[in-house]
């Protein structure tokens, strides 16, 4: 069996656009005079769970032949290139043809929107024009350096809606109710936006679908009533800069008691993060939608209760999101030196063991989570000083 065939081997992965572009590429001898015919066959394969190496035979006949790492990795930058052209469009309730600027096809043109806000946040903790991230990639933790006007870009508004950021951008922040709902809004919509970009290879099944669309419904709902009541928003500060930025929306097993938070069967009931510094102090807002107070409404209580805010930030924020941007200096004072244990708490957290069915599908079995990870085993702190 040729090697690339082994993405038949993960359910996960939406083999499809990752063929496409190994035809378009001329790869490993598939081609597209036979690419309809190879398509197929691969449909013809027995389910997943009753597949033996045999059964691989009948690729023999379209002459494949093995591709190189280099050329494997070219392809999945094409793929994730594919995904963001896919995964362009304007979340804002109002967004259509007659609203938004469209371009010669009719089709809505939409801008690089940061996630944290370039020319304030992020202007804060660059060095040298750099900032400093890190992610799992290709089941490695990586650290990176990028640029700043690179960093954060996510394409999901055209440039009318993405003004609906201003109160967050250009003003002081005063702690409204306006500028707590845009930036848990900001912290769901970017979070969303890059699912859905990776959704176009990665298999994340239909509840990741409709857990987007139903919460993405509630903010929709506030924004055209004007009701940022919708969502509650605990704040807190520590007295001091720190040269860290995060904007991310995730879900929580546990709280910080480890006891089970019981989610509905309806949807994934989020909360949405936001970390990011002044010249003076750095604020947290730990936000949720006031409808899912009964899950998330003593995390504030918790956390003030614990009084262990910088270990309790720096596990939030480690084990659920990779939109976390730094200084580089400090990131390699007080960060590097993390990087293995970072990896271990990403696998714990953001993984689940699965199964598969005999359509192929995945069952979800268990997590890998413990349930007292919030209180940070780990020993691990964002928050150098």
Known sequence: MVNFLRQLENPQINYEMFYEVLRDFRKGGLKPEIYNDFLLTIKSLPQLSKRTISDYKAFDKFGLTDISEDDFSAIMREVMIRGIEKSKFCWHPEASATNCKVDQKGRIVISAAHSIQNNGVLSKIVENGHVMSYALDKGEFDGKELGKNHASIFWGFCNKHDAIFRPIEIQQYTKTLEQNFLFAYRGFVVSSHKKIEVSTWMNYGEQSDNDIKRNKQIFDNAILSNDFSAIETEVFELPAFYPIAVSSAFYLDFDFQGKSIPHSDERMEDIFVTLYPTENKTYFLLSYFTQDKHLYGDLGNQLRSRNNLKSDITMLIAAHTE???????????????????????????????????????????????????????????????
């Open 323 to 385: 939109n976390i941007y730094f200084n580089p200096i400090y990131y390699k004072t007080f960060i590097e030196k993390y990087e293995k244990i970072l990896e271990l708490i990403m696998f714990h957290t953001q993984f689940d063991h699965a199964t598969i069915d005999e359509n192929n599908e995945l069952n979800i079995n268990f997590s890998f989570t413990p349930n007292n990870y919030l209180d940070n085993p780990y020993d691990i702190n964002f928050f150098g000083y």
